[in-house]
């Protein structure tokens, strides 16, 4: 069975949203991390990271990827699929994509 | 994976219950001028675990979690605000004693309780208007966000923020404290207390199809919030009343309507569906409300609720001793409204010809023009005295003042039984 890395975007400042609807998104995404073909899953930490670029000399360190998007990645998941047309069918119903936020599908060499 | 999630589900409601609890925990600790701040804090915890739980699991203690994290956004935003100038490192020292007593401290539960009772007095403040308490008390106490306090109230959501904005802004103005008043400032405000915490029940009981379930748990919020009064120091044989009130009409709510969201008559209610556990709550504050030589309309309409749900286990409704209820809550009382509901009970003692002048008598009532059930009662007590034509018109006056679709439906069925009849 092949891999597929789910890359979690979101927008940096989504709308604000009462308890219950946090507590029922946060329920939601519990439950689709249950699915039995979910490797894995790890939240990326809150701050922009740091970008290595080869410059002459030595490689050049600067703070965050200052992406032009406005879309942070901020976490992954891990899944099992046959193939990128499962893997996007099983993505679908991601509550992640009802909270606003993008999922970017990638299969993992094998 | 490493760091298995929790399989069990969170306790229903928890995110809202324990935004109450904090903001009103925060708002004592920062003053009750900050309390957008405490909301805005509080928020932000609720954004970081729907940030880290997704993949890290629930905490074993996700209410402690929340608790913890909130404190110290608290702490970060008392030291970034220049507006608490040299009472920073005090209140910064309090924050951080009150972050680490949710562990250790058994009186946690109660010193919280007193934080909340605290906060829902400050609400119903009556410098407020009596909106504003309503939403203020739905919102910073409730944990009930602004769309949801609208739809309940079916209003505009902007109308809604705009009147917490202004709410929290007369707080801060008159420099309204978190105090608990005493004497005969005590007695008022638990009765403002209580009248929006009524209103906060009946918003969600009038109209509860069983589809909205905001509205639902607008009536557990209010019962909540009078378990919370009743059990505290303040409370008085109306607070009681009140609690014994809500609990026995909210246990019938689950028998209330039909698969299609239609209201049933009380006397056609499956009765194992009423909630037995809140008929015993119901009847226990009843019994306490008896202390003292109070009688309040909370009283009266507990015991006319008490009447109803007894009928759970003798299967027959005393309607003489609801009868005798609504001639001393209209003592009480004397409004349109109660003098219809009264009709109901003579037409159910003395018979519909009994009942027909009393409602007659309301129709010019302004309280009542276009008030359907007003047409609806005259409807029902004309099909009983074999006057269908009549009654038909009344049903189908009735139908023009209608908003919702199961009343329409409730009436559509009444004219078919008029043209059954005829």
Request: hydrophobic share 45%; glycine share 6%.
């Amino acid at each position: 069975m092949a891999q597929f890395m789910l890359l979690l975007y979101q927008t940096p400042n989504p709308p604000a949203r009462s308890p219950e609807e946090m507590q029922r998104s946060l329920e939601k995404y519990m439950a689709w991390m249950k699915k039995p073909f979910t490797v894995d899953g790890k939240r990326l930490a809150g701050d922009a990271g740091k970008v290595i670029r080869p410059a002459a000399g030595q490689p050049r360190t600067t703070d965050g990827p200052f992406s032009e998007s406005k879309e942070v990645l901020g976490g992954y998941y891990l899944i099992e699929a046959a193939n990128y047309d499962e893997a996007v069918a099983r993505t679908l119903d991601h509550p992640h994509l009802e909270a606003g936020g993008t999922v970017e599908v990638r299969q993992l060499w094998s | 994976m490493t760091g298995e999630p929790e399989s069990g589900p969170l306790i229903e409601h928890l995110f809202r219950r324990e935004a109450g609890r904090m903001v009103a925990r925060l708002t004592r600790l920062l003053g009750p001028a900050h309390v957008g701040l405490a909301e805005d804090t509080v928020q932000e915890a609720m954004a970081r675990a729907l940030a880290t739980w997704p993949y890290a699991g629930i905490p074993p203690n996700p209410g402690a979690w929340l608790f913890r994290v909130a404190h110290n956004l608290a702490i970060d935003a008392v030291r970034r605000h220049a507006v608490f100038g040299e009472k920073t490192s005090a209140i910064v020292a309090d924050i951080e004693r009150s972050a680490d007593g949710r562990q250790e401290n058994p009186d946690i539960e109660e010193e919280l309780a007193d934080d909340e009772l605290r906060m829902i007095v400050m609400c119903c403040h009556p410098v407020l208007s009596r909106d504003a308490r309503v939403a203020l008390s739905l919102k910073v106490v409730g944990g009930f966000g602004v769309r949801e306090i609208a739809r309940a109230f079916m209003v505009e959501e902007a109308t809604i923020a705009q009147r917490l904005v202004r709410a929290k802004r007369q707080l801060r103005n008159r420099q309204i404290k978190l105090e608990m008043p005493s004497g005969a400032a005590l007695v008022e405000r638990l009765d403002s207390v209580l009248e929006v915490v009524y209103l906060i029940f009946n918003e969600g009981y009038a109209a509860a199809s069983g589809v909205d379930l905001v509205r639902l748990d607008l009536c557990g919020e209010a019962l909540r919030l009078g378990c919370l009064i009743a059990g505290s120091s303040i409370a008085t044989p109306t607070v009681h009343a009140l609690v014994s009130l809500m609990a026995l009409q909210a246990a019938r709510l689950p028998a209330r309507v039909d698969t299609l969201g239609d209201l049933i008559p009380l006397e056609e209610q499956d009765r194992d569906r009423w909630d037995r556990a809140l008929i015993a709550l119901g009847f226990d504050h009843f019994d306490r409300s008896m202390a003292g030589m109070t009688v309040s309309e909370f009283h009266v309409q507990a015991a006319i609720a008490a009447t109803y749900a007894r009928a759970i286990d003798s299967g027959v409704i005393d309607w003489a001793m609801i009868l005798q209820c609504y001639d001393e809550l209209q003592a009480l009382n004397p409004s349109p409204v109660v003098a219809l509901n009264r009709a109901v009970a003579v037409a159910k003692v003395h018979g519909a010809s009994a009942a027909l002048p009393i409602v007659d008598a309301l129709e010019n009532e302004q309280a009542l023009h276009e008030y359907y059930l007003l047409l609806a009662v005259r409807g029902q007590l004309l099909l009983d005295l074999g006057r269908q034509t009549e009654a038909a018109d009344a049903f189908r006056d009735a139908l023009l003042c209608v908003s919702t679709e199961p009343e329409r439906r409730f009436l559509s069925r009444k004219l078919t039984a008029c043209a059954m009849a005829q």
